[in-house]
């Protein structure tokens, strides 16, 4: 019995090693571009983890370094594995040229599963051309320019002022990101729902709406951290199955997608923004000389929120945000797949078996796209000759998406952070708290805010 045993045991270990051993050598024949050391059982996710406070920055030197595409190998038997790029033909070819054959692809779907049908995650592409061509007959409609335009104006006055009052005559400390996920929030919710939640006000009352989709972004981002197994064991022991009607569940879809595409996005580029100029003393000053040639001395105290005519006459400032979104992308990664084989421009080949990533965080600091000083805040790399915006392609400047799936949000955007912005240069200075610059640090989540939040001073510019 013992030596039966013992047989057995030895044949088991020696298919175990074949088995391990043919698993290596797969893994090494379909790894011709390793991020970095494929180690046993681990892959590359050592690295990864250990550098995953940093991971943005970490994965754009790392890819920048190795010419723009690289492949991560997950730890063994996860499927956890990805074709990191950063490549602008790439992207050209995945996102425009050969665009049909890309899709979100069904892990995508169940990782991102609250985002359910709608317009962002679907794949099934003729009902994704009925949703953006409903969406772009309302935001092409003559009454929601104006509807638009008369909801941020009168938050800004409203809501968003007062509360920078109140921090200065307190002299408190504001979380300035706080405020405006607050003020997004709000905005959001009153043009999809024709409800104001009121979470901006003074108090910051708690929206448990608000809060929890903070937390949805978070795991959405951790989903992508960990193997399958792990988060859908995690949700199995979470959520007990709940009966939803087909319609309830495709008006939550098409509220969440609003919400998500809406709120964080703006409230990150407006923090950025913020933490940017603070310490970019120069900048400051011609944003401030471009709004007072345009629209004379400001009358300080009297509030004047631009329209969005007005706007579009800032040009420098319209340079100095194009600035932000190429260095702090709000959505910093985005994932594809192919549905038949292919070859990229960088040379790699793909099925339907490889997620690509491409990190757009890491094409915002790319040295191939955007030169030498590529690191460096200059909203001037921006103005061409004529005092106009230079035009770059979207498959460079990729902060809105490139090709057919490009943002329809864009100019809507443009024009809500421009009002707010404006209306804060006018009035207020914003200095960041002493210290805090050391804590300014990219969350981890699928939205780039800040870890620890925005810290600043306010006090009123004197007249
Ligand atoms: C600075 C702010 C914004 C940025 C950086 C941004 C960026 C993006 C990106 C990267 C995508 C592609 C997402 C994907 O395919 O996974 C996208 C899609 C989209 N965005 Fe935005 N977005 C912003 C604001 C908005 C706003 C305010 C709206 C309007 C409510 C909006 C509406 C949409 C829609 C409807 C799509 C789906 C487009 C399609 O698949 O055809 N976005 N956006």
Known sequence: MAMLFFYAATIASIIITILLVLHVLDRKRSCKDPLFIDWPLFGMSLQLLYNLSQIHDFLANVLNRKGGTAEFMGPWFTNMNFLLSTDPMNAHHVFSKNFENYVNGPEFRD????????????DDLEKWRYMKSLFLSLIKHKGFDIFFEKTIQNKVKNSFLPVLDHAWLQGTVLDLQDVFCRFTFDNTSLMVLGFDPKSLSLGFPTVEAEKAFDDIEKCLFYRQMVPKSVWKFQKWLQIATRYESLDAKLLRDYGFNFFAAGRDTIASVLTWFFWLVASHPAVEAKILEEIEK????????????????????LVYLHGALCE?????????MERKKPIKADILPSGHVVDSNTNIVFSFYGMGRSEEI??????????????NEKGGIVHVPSYKFISFNAGARTCLGKDMSFIQIKIVTSAIFQNYRVRIVKDHSDEVTPSLSIILLMKHGLKVKITKRQV
């Open 294 to 313: 345009v629209f004379g001395a400001v009358d300080r105290g009297n509030y004047k929120i631009l329209s969005t005519e007005d706007v579009k006459k």
């Open 324 to 332: 932000v979104l190429r260095l702090f992308p709000p959505i910093p």
């Open 111 to 122: 990782v991102f599963d609250v985002f359910g049908d709608a317009i962002i995650a679907t």
């Open 370 to 383: 955007w030169g030498k000083d590529c690191l460096e805040f200059k909203p001037e790399r921006w103005i």
